[in-house]
């Protein structure tokens, strides 16, 4: 019992470590990819590489969802995210307000 609560605590702390630009740029590309997905519950992050340059965050992910007919496809996107605000995605500029009033593609 010990050493999962110090694997658990030690986890914790490691993931506390990241940094807040990419984790909020995280949570602002899951909202995005979830509002524009046909079957948003499908969503799956298969690879994820970032490079930090200050608040912006430029990401590269491999992911997939089901498409219009049930299956799974697989796609690479390219991205970039600034802070918690902004997230630059096929020549847009979108914030969580935008993303709200997108529809699935």
Known sequence: MKKILVFVLIWIFF???ENGYV???RSLYKAYFKKTLIDPSSFKVYNESYEIN????????????KN???????????????????????????D???IKKLNHK
Do not use: H, N, P, Q
Not at 55 to 64: E, F, M, N, Q, T
């Open 15 to 17: 993931m506390s470590c």
């Open 23 to 25: 984790r909020d740029g």
């Open 54 to 65: 200050g608040a912006s965050v430029k990401w590269k992910l491999d992911y997939g969802a």
């Open 68 to 94: 219009s007919y049930g299956g799974m496809i697989r796609k690479t996107e390219e991205f970039e995210t600034i802070g918690s605000i902004t997230i630059i995605i096929d020549g847009r500029f979108l």
């Open 96 to 98: 969580f307000d935008d």
